[in-house]
């Protein structure tokens, strides 16, 4: 088995330095220098082989110190309960939640598909050894920070240093559950995709967490001491029977289908969005239309795409119009909250730079135009010629500055009216700059994708993302987003700002991508 | 008309792909393109189709003994693996082909002769593509190619995927098309080279060469053509 796990481990590393070589490849400019023979150099590959290492000892410590700190350390301070056995109480019955959630051996991993799938390495020593690995990382891991942060609630050092071996008991108590349910049903599912009973289960545990010291009812270290006697002796149990279990080969060839593991990887698009795309078509070929050309390509797209399009868009409408109508209610009924509100919205108009670039469906749609329909008609030439793809870039702006405007509408004219309501503004054109704004900002995010969409096809033809100056975009447009947020600025400035912006944006790309997407627009090879 | 095709040089960073391509392919002709895994067969289609820039020659349609640039609309490639947009119904996909290339089809047909053509039943019309199989998905791409009517069509291992009926119905569409046409076609299975093109082409080593039949029968060119391949 130590062997099986030796070859796990150096496989692990080798693809590690191998993705690490790639991304250095997918960097612009530097991607040219690189030569393919990169993946042989051997200084190289140590020095990302060193990396590799660095980040797995690194790993072990990270997720462990942000969730002590953040899910069990800081909400200390919400509860007057004691705080030593408040700590105890919140590590407990997160550890339920999470024991459920996250088994390790459950977990389609790539690691697991390339070995036990491709590779045919024996699945229950692979899938043991990695996983009695996983513990040993899980014990070490938390060790330290249960003894820092607990020593600093005051817990008994005892309790600092069993919680780790209670994690532990946990999770061999909850995979020796599914393997004997397993063995049972003959049914194993990835645990990525939880079941709505194992949702309950991990909401009831949550509010047991975090609501119970609120009522000032918490476990102390009495409770505790049965508790972990109860999972110690039940854990061992456990291990013995994990131990044993034969068929870890036939579980995993249930759970490492190609789309759980795909799944993973949201980024990089693949397969599972390819397949998640595919499921947005509406099977109803009662969806016709009466255009012709592009026009009626277009339309049948929009219309074999309502999921995604307008239905989502519908769905946002309303939320956002229950939010500005609770504003009115409020406004109306509460003197402070009508001044504060009145306050925030002559200088928060940034703010929603950020707002209007979260709702903006412009960047799933153009995924979704390319997986299920630009994926496919690129491969015919006719479809590339500069009629034809300015005719639907055309017909694609129309449909997507006018999908985003709904919103846009409600949110500008919401924003007007919410000023008017909370005591309106010395200078009435800002009723004007503010509606505006808001149509411009959204104008802007519809252009913005769908142009570097055409300008920068970032797919190739399995559906891979290719580009990194797509991503390198798409991570700017949320930082200045983002950034947008920290700005504080009058209506009047800020408004006419954008506005210009906007427009001075919109006609530039346009005319870019009316001069550059007849040749931009492409499959990547 | 001709499709000459000059000096055309590809490389990826060291590796000299197609080394120095020369070839004229004549119009009324299927040209057989046979050679070795990893030979640069798909290389060669992707430049002739712009997917991929070329790094030296160039290649023109010779027409009438003008030279003039090959045109998206020129050119028609099926692929391998077929791609058909998936939201559409077949009758839609065509009807769209139809109205965009307009101005090219002569004597156009109605959607139901163009299925009927190619043999696809009356059932399966109004189905999403994405219902359809992968044999059937070929079909498509096919017929939306022959539609376009374009003056080259590259295809690449079209035939692998249809049954053997189907197959030998393409073959015969294939040889009714031709007179209009220039169909370069890929494929590793040396019979149906032998049995559907016109010439024989390989490309080994980055270069493109003939096999001339002469006076072989069909055993000794079968010999000279993996003898050719053989070559190092």
Redesign the interface.
Known sequence: MIETFITSFKLQNTYRTNSIIYSLKQLPLIKRIL???LYKNKGLKIFAGIISILWEIINIFIGKVIYVATMIFMALSWYKTNQADTFIHLFVFLTLAGGILNTYMLNPTKDKYYAIILMNINAREYGLSNYYYQLIKLVVGFLPFTILFGMIAGVPLWIQISIPFFVLAIKLIVMNYMIYKFKNTNKATSENLPTKIVWSFVGVCLLLTYVLPFLGITINSTIFLCVLITAVILGMYSLIKIHHFKEYRKMYKQILTESNVYMQEKASGTQAIKDNS?KQ?E?D?KY?SNK???A??HD??VK??RKILTEAVKKQSVVILVIIIAMIIGISVNDTFKSKTNEILLVYLPYFVFIMYLINRSSSVTQAMFM??D???L????Y??PK?ILGIFKERLKTLITINLLPAFLIGGGLALLLYLSGGTDNPINYAILFVSIIAMSIFFSVHYLVMYYLLQPYN?STEMKSSTYKGVQGLTYIVSWYMIQIKMPIFGFGIATIVFCIAYSLISLFLAYKYAPKTF??R? | MKLVVKNLKKNF??KEVLKDINFKFEKGKIYGLLGRNGAGKTTFF?CL????EIDAGEFFIEDNGKQRKM???D???V?STP???????AR?FL???I???KKRIKNEKTIDEYFDFMKIEKEDR???L?DYSHGMKNKMQML??II?N?NVLLLDEPLTSFDVVVAEEMKQMLREIKKDHIIIFSTHIMELALDLCDEIVILNKGILEEIDKNNLNNEQFKNKIIEALKEE
């Open positions: 030569p393919n023979s595919l078509i099977l070929t016709t012709t050309g592009f009626y390509f049948l797209f074999r795409h299920n329909c994926h496919s008609m491969t015919y030439r006719i590339r010629t034809v033809i492409k499959l090879i | 960073e060291k992707n189709n712009e997917d991929i045109e998206s609309e050119i028609g490639y692929l791609n058909v947009p998936e939201f559409l119904t839609e009807k769209f082909f109205d965009i290339n109004d189905k999403l994405k939306v190619n376009a374009p």
